[in-house]
């Protein structure tokens, strides 16, 4: 079974700064999909970013950005310029590429970015 | 993008009294959806597998006979809980897959709904 690992409970930062989110996993597959999902306090989740495991280049979204280690099985995302409207429980999440294709979630990351 | 629609959001109920909670695909089809669990400030646990036209896979542990799954048609997926309990309050999130198209992994989240059983 696969497992998703995020150490950080809680994170704070600075308005502007940048900050990193680490998340590692554990799985026996070779191709499948990682994900950041951020759920603000409307409770919606919100894809940030995806990365497919054949893929050595990071995926990268305007301000997100992540560094995938495939065979140390981590997957930070980093978050640059950070804005207060990232405030959110942010969530990594694992997906093998096929099969029932069932998410499994890290424990999730509470960011608060302050003013 | 593709959007999820759950109904209702929030939902007050006695003990004992069953509650529907649906989860529509609005501008497109979804064979597979899921429903998930979320108690405060955890993560979200995948209770079932929601197939159209076929019955729901169900997660160990969870109770099948206590929530029941209907997907019978490609938009729409009903959770309901059988005679609630306290501690069937929580919050359940629906998620649903394109059917078709290029597959990219990616699952597209209904709002939630919020369940409180008195």
């Known amino acids: 079974a696969q497992t998703v690992t995020q150490s950080q409970p809680e994170m704070s930062v600075q308005e502007a700064e940048t900050v990193t989110l680490s998340c590692t996993y554990d799985?026996?597959?070779?191709?499948?999909?990682l994900f950041w999902y951020k759920q603000p306090p409307s409770r919606q989740m919100i894809l940030v970013i995806r990365?497919?495991?054949?893929?050595?280049q990071n995926a990268t979204e305007n301000r997100f950005s992540v560094n995938f280690q495939k065979a140390a099985k981590s997957f930070s995302l980093k978050i640059s310029d950070s804005q207060l409207g990232d405030t959110a429980m942010y969530f990594c999440?694992?997906?093998?590429?096929?099969?029932?294709?069932?998410?499994?979630f890290g424990q999730g990351t509470r960011l608060t970015i302050n003013p | 993008g593709a959007v999820v629609s759950q109904h209702p959001s929030w939902v007050i109920c006695k003990s004992g009294t069953s509650v529907k909670i649906e989860c529509r695909s609005l501008?497109?089809?979804?064979?597979?959806m899921f429903w998930y669990r979320q108690f405060p400030k955890q993560s979200l646990m995948l209770m079932a597998t929601?197939?159209?036209?076929?019955?729901?896979?169900?997660e160990q542990g969870v109770e099948k006979d206590k929530f029941l799954i209907n997907h019978a048609s490609l938009t729409l997926s009903t959770l309901t809980v059988t005679s609630a309990h306290p501690e069937d309050s929580s919050f359940y999130i629906c998620?649903?897959?394109?059917?078709?198209?290029?597959?990219?992994?990616?699952?597209?989240f209904g709002e939630g709904s919020r369940l409180t059983v008195l």
């Open positions: 998620s649903a897959r394109l059917t078709g198209g290029l597959n990219t992994g990616e699952l597209f």
């Open positions: 799985t026996s597959e070779n191709n499948y999909y």
């Open positions: 990365q497919e495991a054949y893929k050595q």
């Open positions: 999440a694992f997906m093998k590429s096929s099969g029932a294709q069932k998410l499994v």
């Open positions: 501008d497109f089809q979804a064979t597979t």
């Open positions: 929601s197939n159209e036209g076929s019955k729901a896979t169900y």
